[in-house]
């Protein structure tokens, strides 16, 4: 059976870009993605409900991330669903599905001088 692992996503940061050095020294960026879904009820008013994606991105799309992106910034991924495991305050791990972007586009406006909207950057 044939299967396909891509994701798009589009949303705003429900956070600031966290940047940090994995192990063996790998730049990563952790963004955690808010995504609104908007839909009908059956009376016919319109409600919506948001859904918070960890995306993760590495290397220079990282860099890249954590120069252009804040908090509320607008931005659609491309990637892949990934499965880590996070540990509980339990001490036990639990399995986590996250993104690893492989593309981010800034769909925003200029925030910091240098910076182009609607920029696309992809990884390594």
């Known amino acids: 059976m044939?299967?396909?692992?891509?994701?798009?996503?589009?949303?705003?940061l429900a956070a600031d870009v966290k940047l940090q050095r994995a192990d063996g020294g790998t730049l990563v960026a952790n963004l955690p993605l808010l995504v609104r879904e908007r839909r009908e009820r059956s009376d016919g008013k319109p409600t919506s409900r948001s859904v918070l994606v960890d995306v993760e991105t590495r290397?220079?799309?990282?860099?890249?991330?954590?120069?252009?992106?804040?908090?509320?910034?607008?931005?659609?991924?491309?990637?892949?669903?990934?499965?880590?495991?996070?540990?509980?305050?339990?001490?036990?791990?639990?399995?986590?599905?996250?993104?690893?972007?492989?593309r981010v586009h800034f769909l925003g406006?200029?925030?910091?001088?240098?910076?182009?909207?609607?920029?696309?950057?992809a990884g390594a």
């Open 59 to 102: 290397n220079r799309l990282a860099e890249e991330c954590e120069r252009h992106l804040r908090k509320n910034s607008p931005v659609m991924i491309e990637g892949s669903l990934q499965m880590i495991e996070r540990l509980k305050k339990s001490g036990k791990n639990r399995p986590n599905i996250s993104i690893r972007a492989s």
């Open 109 to 121: 406006a200029r925030r910091h001088k240098g910076d182009t909207a609607g920029m696309s950057a």
């Open 2 to 12: 044939a299967s396909v692992n891509w994701v798009v996503l589009a949303g705003c």
